[in-house]
Nanobody, 119 residues
């Protein structure tokens, strides 16, 4: 079993910053990709950012230039640095990882961490 544990969410004023962390633990061979999704009230879950093996990254257009995803392979941890936060960034943020197990690959999700951007 693989677990993803997120931390770092909270309340921040518009223009502020937060850093989310997600640590993977359990039994697996490697992690193929890690990323962040978010889901605002009444909306569908959307991809925010993803980082794959080799370090290539991709971002939603709405966060380009403001958010940065990074990964510490030694710690099996992915980070999302969020700057210049806007009220529309308010959502529950979910960590996602594609994991290579001994005989198959699977995707896992964290439990979600809420981010509220409000004055």
């Amino acid at each position: 079993q693989v677990q993803l544990v997120e931390s770092g969410g909270g309340l921040v004023q518009p223009g502020g910053s937060l850093r989310l962390s997600c640590a993977a633990s359990g039994r697996f061979v490697s992690i193929n990709f890690m990323g962040w999704y978010r889901q605002a009230p009444g909306k569908q879950r959307e991809l925010v950012a993803r980082i794959i093996n080799g370090g290539s990254t991709s971002y939603a257009d709405s966060v380009k230039g403001r958010f940065t995803i990074s990964r510490d392979n030694a710690k099996n941890t992915v980070y999302l640095q969020m700057n210049s936060l806007k009220p529309e960034d308010t959502a529950v943020y979910f960590c996602n990882a594609g994991v290579q197990r001994l005989f198959d690959t699977r995707e896992y999700w964290g439990q979600g961490t809420p981010v509220t951007v409000s004055s």
